[in-house]
Each structure stands twice: as C-alpha cells, then as structure tokens.
C-alpha cells in the first residue's frame, strides 16, 4: 500500500498562471481532506469531502481555488489564477471516516513567482 | 471560536532529559486531541489521540480540561525523538472540523 499519493511534488509557477495538484487517497478511505500549510505553520484544513459531497469548504478562497472529488475516490485542487501568497505546501489527506485517524500524503510544494 | 495553542516554536533538551511539549486549546464542549509528529523527510503521521489512553514511543498526554491542556510528555528524551510536533483537535461541535497548533520543534542533544 502506497499510502496517499499526491503529484506534483514540487510546482513552480509565475503569478496568474493556474495550477492543479492531485491526490489518490488510501483505499476505502471515505473522508479526503485538503490543507494548506505556511511556512512556520500548522496545517490549515481547506476543504473535506465525505465520498463526492464536500462537506466543509468554509476555508476554502472561493474566488480562485475549486476542488473536486469525483466518484468518490481521487480528488483534485486547483488554483486560479495563482497569487504570491498561494505558495505553500499543500497536503492531502484520508481517514475511513471524519472520527478517524487521518493519514497524509507527502505534500505538494507551490511556489509562485 | 475553536483554537489550538502551542506557545513554544522551538524546544532543545538534553538525551535522557524530560521533556513536555505544551498544547492549550480553546473549545465549547468535548474536544478529540491529538498529537501528529513530522519527522525529517517523512510524512505528517498522527503520535496519538487522547480517547486512547495510550504510550506511544514513551509518549503520554493527558486531556486535562480544567486547565485546557493537552500536554505531551515523555521521561527520556532520545536522540530519534527529534522531529516537528503538532497538537491538533476535533469535535462534533465544529462538523469535526479540524484545527492544528503551529507546531514545536524539539530537538533533542546528544
């Protein structure tokens, strides 16, 4: 078992340029969380999905960023159009359900220029 | 609002040392704690959670309520210990919404 896997690793844009990171969560892991992490900071949640129906996106800067959690499994984030302040790492992560122990992946590390 | 403190970025002891990592919280109700631990290179993985009640590595922490605390400890600190801790919390106050600390780094030397 991989664990959650997560591409790109590594991203680096220009500014109002998109970009998309995806994220292949453990299997028969129902609840896929997206954070964004600053440096010097914890993980900061942006949005859960419970299977396809996100079900706390209240973090989530609605003007640019839009996820999506088709059939349940994978899920994708994108940005657009990227800003400076958007450089992050951006992790993603899985639990058999919200009351479970989450498991992460190793992250995708943005940088804008 | 519901919140997660960890007042100390940076932590050094000694090998064989004591060691507490502080966590305080803010939350109406009963909150789930948790500690996560990132070692070097390695991915964020949850320590333990305090509805366990359990050891982990010789780490134990108590969810004192009183005080809102939810301090990590452990009575010997090793070398492989070292690594970025954060406290983290839960509730079905918030739709199990879930907040994470800023996270201390301990570095414990040889």
């Known amino acids: 078992e991989a664990g959650v896997v997560q591409s790109p690793r590594y991203k680096i844009i220009e500014k109002k340029q998109p970009v998309a990171f995806w994220c292949n969560p453990i299997?028969?892991?129902?609840?896929l969380y997206w954070y964004r992490q600053n440096l010097g900071q914890g993980p900061e949640l942006l949005i859960r999905?419970?299977?396809?129906?996100?079900?706390?996106d209240s973090q989530l800067p609605k003007d640019r960023f839009s996820a999506e959690r088709l059939k349940g499994v994978d899920s994708t984030l994108k940005i657009q159009p990227a800003e400076l302040g958007d450089s992050a790492v951006y992790l993603c992560?899985?639990?058999?359900?919200?009351?479970?122990?989450?498991?992460f992946g190793p992250g995708t590390r943005l940088t804008v220029l | 609002a519901q919140r997660v403190t960890q007042p100390e970025k940076l932590l050094s002891v000694f090998k064989g040392a004591p060691v507490e990592l502080k966590c305080n919280y803010s939350?109406?109700?009963?909150?789930?704690l948790f500690w996560y631990v990132q070692y070097s290179r390695q991915r964020l993985q949850l320590l333990l959670r305090?509805?366990s009640r359990e050891s982990i590595k010789g780490f134990t922490a108590d969810l004192n309520k009183g005080e809102t605390s939810f301090h990590l400890k452990k009575p010997f600190a090793q070398e492989e210990d070292s690594a970025m801790y954060y406290c983290?919390?839960?509730?079905?106050?918030?739709?199990?919404?879930?907040?994470f600390g800023t996270g201390t780094s301990l570095t414990v030397i040889p």
């Open positions: 992560a899985s639990s058999l359900d919200a009351l479970n122990e989450q498991f």
């Open positions: 299997s028969g892991h129902n609840t």
């Open positions: 999905y419970e299977n396809e129906e996100a079900v706390d």
């Open positions: 939350y109406s109700g009963s909150p789930e």
């Open positions: 305090h509805i």
């Open positions: 983290a919390l839960s509730g079905r106050n918030t739709g199990n919404q879930f907040y």
